[in-house]
Nanobody, 117 residues
Framework: QVQLVESGGGLVQPGGSLRLSCAAS????????MGWYRRAPGKQRELVAS???????NYVDSVKGRFTISRDNAKNTVYLHLSSLKPEDTAVYYC???????????WGQGTQVTVSS
């Protein structure tokens, strides 16, 4: 079992930046691929970015060059740095953990990001 708690969302103007954090507890953090998903109003949830235990990253095309995912295994925390934000980035952002061995799929409660002037 993994418990995930996100923080760092908020209201930001277009072109601005935010950093989301996801603190994990309850299991061995380094054994999980961590991801950030988002669900915008009226749209399906989509994978925004992911990072493996080895540090390999993956991004959806719409955020490449603007968002950066990173992890601090000593702090059991994964981050998503959002920059050059656009109104279409407005969504609830969810942290996700998937074990790299075995089965499981764990979610945080979500944090709202609103990009508006």
């Amino acid at each position: 079992q993994v418990q995930l708690v996100e923080s760092g969302g908020g209201l930001v103007q277009p072109g601005g930046s935010l950093r989301l954090s996801c603190a994990a507890s309850g299991s061995i953090f380094i054994m999980y691929t961590m991801g950030w998903y988002r669900r915008a109003p009226g749209k399906q949830r989509e994978l925004v970015a992911s990072i493996t235990s080895g540090g390999r990253t993956n991004y959806v095309d719409s955020v490449k060059g603007r968002f950066t995912i990173s992890r601090d295994n000593a702090k059991n925390t994964v981050y998503l740095h959002l920059s050059s934000l656009k109104p279409e980035d407005t969504a609830v952002y969810y942290c996700n953990a998937k074990p790299e061995l075995g089965y499981g799929d764990y979610w945080g409660q979500g944090t709202q990001v609103t990009v508006s002037s």
